[in-house]
């Protein structure tokens, strides 16, 4: 992606989440040298911030998504079990935009349609190898409730409904009838090796630095 291109996204972004009434931390304005800096040392250690990916297909608006990392502990208090043991984002699908079939192998994660459009999920339960399991039934809580789903079963997220998705459960989703805003609560989250796809894919996107970020 062009770096070009990915400012825009940002600029685009923020003024979609502040028109549903959310505000971004401040540093999501801290320009590159402060974040570079020693005073931004926690931000980059714990990969907070802009999050811009095409999951390495060069077609953002069929397959990407915008992601904001607002807080994240560290997977060294997660396998001692205490500390700062949770992760927020905001993410946002774009109208008919998917984020491809994935799961972790940690993260727990509450997935919030925080408002704009539907967001749709489509769910697979794992097989004993980790792999899709195609014929298998699944249940998630939604919005507190069990729901049960056959293999590759979808659920549809109003403004406002969640959904928990526990480690091992196979998920993609977009949003329909209008760009979406997502909340997403979640255990650690560690996006450099807790994300495995259906088919081997680039968690980050490429960049082409054409512009200044």
């Known amino acids: 992606m062009q770096r070009s291109k990915i400012n825009k996204i940002i600029l685009e972004a923020d003024a979609f989440i502040r028109r549903l009434g959310y505000v971004l931390p401040p540093f999501a304005d801290w320009p ?34 915008f992601l904001f ?41 509450d997935i919030t349609n925080r408002g704009g459009g539907d967001l749709v999920l489509q769910l697979f339960a794992s097989d004993t190898q980790g792999q899709i399991d195609r014929s298998a039934t699944l249940s998630v809580n939604l919005d507190g409730v069990k729901q049960t789903l056959p293999a590759g079963g979808k659920l549809l997220l109003k403004p406002g409904s969640s959904v928990t998705l526990l480690p091992y459960v196979w998920h ?42």
């Open 172 to 213: 993609s989703f977009w949003a329909e009838r209008a760009d979406c805003m997502i909340g997403e609560v979640s255990t650690v989250n560690d996006d450099n090796t807790d994300n495995i796809f259906d088919i081997p894919r680039a968690r980050f996107a490429n960049i082409d630095e054409d512009i200044e970020p």
């Open 32 to 65: 590159p040298e402060r974040i570079r800096s020693a005073q931004a040392a926690i931000i980059r250690e714990r990969g907070l911030g802009w999050d811009i990916t095409d999951f390495g297909s060069n077609k953002f608006e069929e397959i990407g998504l």
């Open 69 to 109: 990392t607002v807080r994240n502990g560290l997977l060294s208090d997660l396998n001692k079990g205490h500390g700062m043991l949770y992760a927020e984002k905001i993410m946002i699908s774009r109208k008919d935009q998917v984020t491809p079939m994935h799961r972790h192998n940690l993260k727990a994660e």
